[in-house]
């Protein structure tokens, strides 16, 4: 319909808001990599997990905005659902919200949604979790919840990158298949992983039964 060729003020207030959003989870990676090395010399308190955790799943929906703004959207959307339904403290709902809101923004509107440098950031921390010592690792990642982690999975997957991979590996191995979950995350890396070259993922799964049907039982 009508309209002219000028700026578009709508995509400026998106950046806007996705920097500042970015900002925010940039200062809290900061307590992340303190956290993750008070998690290696297993000196976390419960308190700090509890942050580290927080933190953790806020970068991941981040991250999966920044990278994949079209793609993550259903994956952003699932975060909310664990942002709602895990009885978080009311700061963290409230910023589960606001980056699966901008998501919804990211879809309608791609061209205004830059994708961040704030992701090469989540790369590296996603790294120094891959390098916890096994204990430290399980835990945290069968607390960061499935959805939280499909939707770092995807975004870096889009992306390419290895970290993604290695996510998706320890997801697989130590948490989601032990507890009967993993439906989903299989189904990211059927159409994200896969398409991104990842072909690794699939030839580790074994052969002879559906993958779904082995992540689940």
């Keep these: ?9 709508e995509g400026r207030g998106l950046r806007r808001e996705t920097g500042a959003l970015e900002a925010e989870l940039r ?11 008070r998690c290696r010399e297993g000196r976390t308190e419960p308190l700090e997990a509890q942050l580290l955790l927080c933190r953790l799943r806020q970068a ?53 949604c830059e994708p961040g440098r704030f992701s090469t950031a989540v790369e590296h921390m996603l790294a120094e979790l891959c390098d916890l010592p096994a204990p430290s690792r399980i835990w945290l990642l069968t607390r960061i919840g499935e959805p939280t ?8 997957c889009a992306a390419g990158s290895e970290s993604g991979a290695m996510l998706v590996q320890l997801c697989l191995e130590e948490g989601f298949r032990r507890q009967g979950l993993g439906q989903a995350l299989y189904e990211v890396v059927e ?27």
């Design 27 to 37: 200062a809290g990676l900061a307590e992340v990599r303190g956290l993750l090395q």
């Design 1 to 9: 319909a009508g309209g002219g060729s000028g700026p578009n003020p």
């Design 149 to 156: 982690a499909v939707a770092g999975v995807a975004a870096a």
């Design 191 to 217: 159409e994200w992983a896969v398409a991104a070259g990842f072909q690794s993922l699939r030839l580790a799964l074994p052969p002879g039964k559906p993958a779904a049907f082995w992540l689940c039982e």
């Design 60 to 112: 991941l929906l981040l991250q999966a905005v920044a990278r994949a703004p079209t793609s993550a959207f259903a994956a952003c959307s699932l975060g909310l659902a664990a942002y709602d339904g895990e009885g978080w403290p009311p700061p963290d709902a409230t910023m589960g919200r606001r980056v699966a809101e901008l998501a919804v923004r990211c879809r309608e509107e791609p061209d205004s």
